[in-house]
Structures are given as C-alpha cells and as structure tokens.
T-cell receptor, first 117, second 112 residues
Framework: GAVVSQHPSRVICKSGTSVKIECRSL??????MFWYRQFPKQSLMLMAT?????????EQGVEKDKFLINHASLTLSTLTVTSAHPEDSSFYIC????FGHGTDTQYFGPGTRLTVL | GEDVEQSLFLSVREGDSSVINCTYT??????LYWYKQEPGAGLQLLTY?????DMKQDQRLTVLLNKKDKHLSLRIADTQTGDSAIYFC????????????FGAGTTVTVRA
C-alpha cells in the first residue's frame, strides 16, 4: 500500500511554544490530506481537511488560529499547534487521500505524540 | 447522519477465527474500510470493499457486506498473536465531503 510519513514521531514542548508536524505522502500525490486527533482509548476525531493550494476546512469546534494547516505541495501538509497548552497534548495522525485509478482510499501516517508541559 | 457502530471488545483463542462486526447508517456509502491500529502507531489499511460488492477475500481476511442491513464484517482466519490490535470500521460517502466516518474501534485480544 501507499506510504505516508509523519515527523516528528514524538515531541515534548513547553507551554506557550509552537510545534509543527509534517505529513508527507511518499509514493503518491495527495490533493487532500486530513488531520485527526486521537485521545487514549478513543476513535479518531477529524480536525480539518487540508486541500493543496487552498485553505483548510476545519471541523466544528476546532480553532483554526490555534491549529494552522498548510498544504503547499501535493505531497506535504503541515499542522502547527500554536501557543500549545497541556490540554493540546494528544496523538495527532494525518492521512492522505489516494484518489483515482479505481481507488479512493485514505492512508494514514504513523502519528505524532505531542506532550505539552 | 453518518453513524458507524462496532462492538468494543473481542477475545479470541490463537488459531481460531475472529469476526468483527460493524453497522453503519449512510445508505450512500461508496466504500467501506477496515483499519488496524497497534499501540502507539497510526492506522494501517487492511482492506476495503466497494458498496456494490458482497464479499472480498484477501489471504486471511474476508469482508462481508450486507448492504440491505448496512452490516459489515471482517473475518480473520487462523488468528495470531500479532493480530491483537484495535480494528476500526470506516465508511466513505460523497455526501460526507470525502471524509471518513469511523466506528469506535474493536479491541481484539488474542489469547494463547
């Protein structure tokens, strides 16, 4: 299957700092990527849809000024958690949509564990 | 709406078959997926099925789809300890703007 990478895999930061997470589709182009957040023992919560070359679409209740998304190329989307606070600590997972040639599938990255002290 | 429901836990003996069930509500679903998540990892796509199919088999995995009842199942034959994980059912429909709707996940525990 297609491969999606995330970097970093784990980050610990101080409260008030900003953290950038990268999501890359390694062997296909993705016009659409998604950012999810997952709390312990829970399912994934969609935060936003990232479209290449346009503004991200945020889900209800997700602060767009806090979670900045940039999808500058067909293989890279970034999520920046601005002025992070302990309540932002979570597991963040991205996915990339592989569409066409008879398929429409989201492939997921390995996730980024964010801990805000 | 897009509601996907799964049972939360399944315990199975090594070597037996596992069956994970899922129900969904969106009749316009076009694809249905099964993902596997191991501790601390992302989601791994296991298999998917088009909504116009009844069954799909891929090695040890068999997916059955009953579109009339909106019921999806994943059968894992000869379950191994490495199959212990959380399994998520997800549906995709264009009516939901290309977004996946996930179930809560079924935690499968394989015992020796």
């Amino acid at each position: 299957g297609a491969v999606v990478s995330q970097h970093p895999s784990r980050v610990i930061c101080k409260s008030g700092t900003s953290v950038k997470i990268e999501c890359r589709s390694l062997d296909f182009q993705a016009t659409t990527m998604f950012w999810y957040r997952q709390f312990p023992k829970q399912s994934l919560m969609l935060m936003a849809t990232s479209n290449e070359g346009s503004k991200a679409t945020y889900e209800q209740g997700v602060e767009k000024d806090k979670f900045l998304i940039n999808h500058a190329s067909l293989t890279l989307s970034t999520l920046t958690v601005t002025s992070a606070h302990p309540e932002d600590s979570s597991f963040y997972i991205c996915s990339a949509r592989d569409f066409g040639h008879g398929t429409d599938t989201q492939y997921f990255g390995p996730g980024t564990r964010l801990t805000v002290l | 709406g897009e509601d996907v429901e799964q049972s939360l836990f399944l315990s199975v003996r090594e070597g037996d078959s596992s069956v994970i069930n899922c129900t969904y509500t969106d009749s316009s679903s076009t694809y249905l997926y099964w993902y596997k998540q191991e501790p601390g990892a992302g989601l791994q796509l296991l298999t998917y099925i088009f909504s116009n199919m009844d069954m799909k088999q891929d090695q040890r995995l068999t997916v059955l789809l009953n579109k009339k009842d909106k019921h999806l199942s994943l059968r894992i034959a000869d379950t191994q300890t490495g199959d212990s994980a959380i399994y998520f059912c997800a549906e995709f429909s264009r009516s939901n703007d290309y977004k996946l709707s996930f179930g809560a996940g079924t935690t499968v525990t394989v015992r020796a």
